[in-house]
């Protein structure tokens, strides 16, 4: 079995940051790509930033130049650092891994989720 869980979630007020981490565990083969999103109350969940095995990034464009994402492939982790919060990030922020388990095939696993506020 494999768990993701985040950390770092908090208020911050516009113009702060915030680093959010993620930490994944369990019978992991290999991590092929981690990634975070977010939802918003009444919104769909959206791609905030990913980052594959390989090192490519991918950006939301409402987000690019103020989040960074980053991946400790020896520890298995993945951070999300997020510079000149606006109200408008405020949701829950979900992280999400591709993983290939010690035994079967890949499969997408989500964390419980951690709470991003930003105030005016």
């Known amino acids: 079995q494999v768990q993701l869980v985040e950390s770092g979630g908090g208020l911050v007020q516009a113009g702060g940051s915030l680093r959010l981490s993620c930490a994944a565990s369990?019978?992991?083969?290999?991590?092929?790509?981690m990634g975070w999103y977010r939802q918003a109350p009444g919104k769909q969940r959206e791609l905030v930033a990913a980052?594959?095995?390989?090192?490519?990034?991918a950006y939301a464009d409402s987000v690019k130049g103020r989040v960074t994402i980053s991946r400790d492939k020896a520890k298995n982790t993945v951070s999300l650092q997020m510079n000149s919060l606006k109200p408008e990030d405020t949701a829950v922020y979900y992280c999400?891994?591709?993983?290939?388990?010690?035994?079967?095939?890949?499969?997408?696993?989500w964390g419980q989720g951690t709470q991003v506020t930003v105030s005016s």
């Open positions: 999400h891994a591709k993983v290939r388990p010690r035994v079967g095939y890949e499969n997408d696993y």
């Open positions: 369990g019978s992991i083969f290999s991590i092929n790509a």
């Open positions: 980052i594959t095995s390989g090192g490519s990034t």
